[in-house]
């Protein structure tokens, strides 16, 4: 049993004491290793990863271990690897790999635990950075999908889902849908969420604006979204827009939408059937579209509390809230019975040891 102390982070708020675990977490005691210049917070769960360390989802094996090594070493002890719009023949690759990698997890990796599927059902007319491969809904394609993987959440545009049959048959499969890339109006998006749609991807971000006499998919997400998905990088959200989201969306949670050029110097790199810019901390296309992020879920944490975020507050959507969301309780949470997945960062909040599911994976 391994044993580590300092100032933890527990569902009931902070406590200086102990954790002891092995693959699970064994028990959390207060007590006298306090004090120590260190905090143990729960590992990051990161719903939206399509790349990271160089390596681009869609290449398939190699390239998913080497962002799944690149994030364990920023805190991240858990993720959805994540595909973007491409041919069907593309994803269905990429998803074959991450079901593989998912049950053969490497000392050094974060786990993967399953797929998050971003498209290939997304308006053609909102795409942003996703390559121009948007098609209708192919409701045999995906049960295919979710036969031979764990596929656990899809991004889609419900005002491109006739009678939203797609939203109904994912909600049925316990798959977690979120509203993204869409030009859905207020209504159409209500009815989404009626219809099972559970949360918003990349709120702000490629959807129909809040305006005050059209409040689009943003205002369905304020006035109606349980979870929504923001990406705290400070440049694809300003920083009164995520603390007007904080106030309104009781599980608002942080994701990276890291891409191939997270934790790499500037330089071009894959994003599936685009090539994007790194400079200067963000991922662009040639036509300056941002593309994805280059954060990483620590720079994440330090983003949201230099713009006032309470550090627990900051840290739970950064883990507790994304791991129910796609019900992963047993993750996320220091708690005992849970997977002893840590991220320990120093005063200045930078990563000194991250622990997944009770193996050092990275130490400063
Ligand atoms: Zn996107």
């Known amino acids: 049993m391994a044993e580590l102390g300092g100032r933890i982070l527990t569902p009931d708020g902070w406590i200086s004491g102990t954790v002891e675990f092995g693959e699970k977490i064994a028990a959390v005691r207060a007590g006298a290793e306090g004090g120590r210049d260190r905090t143990i917070l729960p590992g990051f769960v990161d719903l939206h990863v399509p790349g990271g360390g160089g390596g681009d989802v869609m290449q398939g094996d190699a390239a998913i271990r080497q962002c799944a090594a690149l994030h364990a070493r920023h805190g991240t002890t858990s993720f959805l690897a994540t595909t973007i719009t491409a041919p069907a023949d593309d994803i269905a690759a990429a998803v074959a790999a991450i079901a593989a990698i998912a049950g053969d997890r490497k000392p050094g990796e974060a786990r993967i635990l399953g797929a998050h599927l971003e498209g290939p059902y997304l308006n053609p007319e909102r795409l942003g950075a996703q390559p121009p491969f948007a098609q209708a809904p192919d409701l045999a394609f995906i049960a295919g999908l979710c036969a031979r993987a764990p596929v656990r959440l899809v991004t889609l545009a419900p ?122 901390g963000s991922v662009f296309l040639a036509d300056g579209t941002l593309a994805g992020s280059a954060l990483t879920m620590d720079q994440a944490l330090r983003n949201l509390v230099s713009i006032g975020v309470d550090m627990a507050d900051a840290a739970r959507r950064l883990s507790t809230y994304p791991a129910d969301f796609i019900g992963a309780g047993d993750r996320g949470r220091i708690t005992a019975g849970a997977y002893a997945d840590f991220a320990v960062v120093d005063a200045d909040l930078q990563v000194v040891q991250v622990v997944v599911e009770g193996e050092t994976a990275y130490a400063a």
Request: proline share 7%; hydrophobic share 45%.
């Open 159 to 280: 005002e491109c889902d006739p009678g939203h049959a797609l939203i109904k048959d994912l909600a049925a499969r316990g798959v977690a849908v979120q509203i993204g890339h869409s030009a859905a109006g207020y209504d159409e998006t209500v009815q989404a969420l009626a219809d099972g749609a559970r949360g918003f991807t990349h709120l702000y971000n490629a959807m129909s604006p809040l305006q005050h006499r059209a409040p689009g998919v943003v205002g369905a997400a304020l006035a109606h979204g349980d979870y929504a998905a923001l990406i705290p990088d400070l440049v694809h959200v300003a920083p009164g827009a995520i603390l007007a989201a904080l106030r309104a969306v009781p599980h608002l949670y942080f994701v990276t939408d890291a891409t191939a050029a997270a934790g790499m110097p500037d330089g071009d790199y894959p994003l599936g059937r685009h090539t994007v810019s790194k400079r200067g």
